[in-house]
């Protein structure tokens, strides 16, 4: 007791602190409560339906949950930066993690899957025009934390031949998946999002061009320090993130928005069948990583029936469970 006595004094010296006064508080202090800790009253608070439907809670709790995964990711990548990347473990370490969270967010979209009356969904999601989950600033932040933009330019804008940041970002592929069907021209839901957040994601992507995971690890490929450990979970959070977890938007969209030949469009009015498709995009944000024959079945072949098995399977055991 003496020695943390002792250590403590030492900590509030450094702070020009009285460690006295420190203590007496103290005394004073309530203990703390798990409720208080995690503010549970106020978090219960925060689902705020515009409709009288039930299933419109599901679909806003699901949301919530899926923004606190984000940060959650956002967390492990923004120290991963911080890291002096000599200790290959660390990284494996926080990449797994990334890869965990997207595997459990992938498999966590049974609730939107089978926990919501489709009738209902279209019904109640008409009254929450124009909002779209295609406004996740955190998933953008995600992709800038992990790749450049040039890894991320729509399809047709890859020979782009600006090279600056604000070019770049001009090109990048959500740009092209929020427009009108009719028209070609940027729905509101685009226009709100870039009006809330392209300054914010423009110094971002300048901030992170040669910080970002994907930079750093083409750096160590050019030294030779890139291990086949290292290399492995690289590869599976490009697929967790850029097959798996767009496939399960794909599909879950297609529950409700698939009616006989006619596709429902969502309600950001994202083209969907063509948006969300990872074969579409073909993004990847480790491309170094990625033969040539594999970027060409990226989404099809051993890539989609290794995510069927897994979902699948995933769903038989829950079911069976409960």
């Known amino acids: 007791m ?32 798990y409720w208080d800790y995690i503010e549970l009253e106020t978090l219960l608070t925060l689902q705020k339906p515009r409709t009288d439907f039930p299933d419109e809670v599901i679909f806003i709790v699901y949301h919530q949950i899926t923004e606190l995964y984000f940060k959650l990711v956002k967390v492990e990548l923004d120290l991963l930066l911080q890291e002096s990347w000599e200790d290959e473990s660390i990284l494996r370490k926080r990449l797994k993690r990334v890869a965990s969270y997207f595997r459990h967010l992938t498999h966590s979209f049974e609730i939107m899957m089978h926990g919501m009356d ?21 998933f953008r932040e995600i992709e800038l934390y992990l790749t450049g933009l040039r890894q991320l330019l729509a399809p047709h804008r890859r020979n782009v031949k600006g090279d600056t940041i604000e070019e770049l970002y001009e090109n990048i592929y959500w740009k092209f998946g929020n427009l009108d069907r009719r028209t070609g021209d940027k729905t509101l839901t685009l226009r709100l999002f870039e009006q809330r957040y392209d300054n914010h994601l423009l110094e971002l992507a300048r901030r992170l061009s040669d910080k970002n995971v994907n930079a750093r690890l083409e750096a160590k490929l050019r030294q030779g ?90 769903w038989r055991m829950s079911k069976a469970t409960a």
């Open 2 to 33: 003496k020695e943390k006595l002792e250590a403590l004094r030492h900590k509030y010296n450094l702070l020009g602190q009285d460690m006295e006064a420190y203590l007496e508080g103290l005394l004073y202090s309530r203990s703390l409560t």
């Open 118 to 138: 489709t009738e209902n969904f279209l019904r109640f999601r008409t009254a929450l025009l124009p909002a779209s989950g295609f406004q996740s600033v955190q």
């Open 225 to 314: 320090q890139l291990s086949e450990k290292l290399i492995e979970v690289c590869r599976e959070v490009d697929v967790r993130i850029n097959i798996h977890w767009r496939l399960v938007h794909l599909r879950t969209a297609s529950h409700y928005l698939r009616q006989e030949d006619e596709a429902l469009p969502s309600t950001g009015g994202t083209n969907w069948p063509e948006y969300l498709p990872p074969y579409n995009q073909n993004i990847q944000f480790f491309p170094l990583l990625w033969s040539s024959e594999e970027k060409a079945q990226w989404g099809r072949g051993s890539f989609l029936d290794q995510y069927l098995q897994e979902v699948e399977g995933y």
